[in-house]
């Protein structure tokens, strides 16, 4: 069973760590619908609070293509 609070939080913390290191990411970019299904993916798969699910989502938004969102 998803955390939902913890994916919230989560995707939340992950977002604003991206972006601050990519300040022309505008707040609505589709990354961040991205975002939040591969950590509510991997929510489903084990139990994991937020921090580390956090720090999943920094490495998956690294990985995702800049020209393509």
């Known amino acids: 069973m998803v955390d939902e609070v913890a994916v ?3 995707a939340e913390t992950a977002w604003t760590v991206y972006r601050a ?5 505008d ?8 975002l939040e299904r591969y950590l509510h993916r991997r929510g489903e798969r084990r139990e994991s609070d ?3 699910l ?3 989502g ?3 938004l ?5 020209d393509e969102c």
């Open 8 to 10: 919230r939080r989560a």
């Open 62 to 66: 690294r990985r995702l293509p800049q």
């Open 50 to 52: 937020t921090e580390e």
């Open 27 to 34: 707040t609505q970019d589709s990354r961040r619908c991205l």
């Open 21 to 25: 290191a990519h300040p022309d990411v």
């Open 54 to 56: 956090a720090s999943f």
């Open 58 to 60: 920094i490495a998956h």
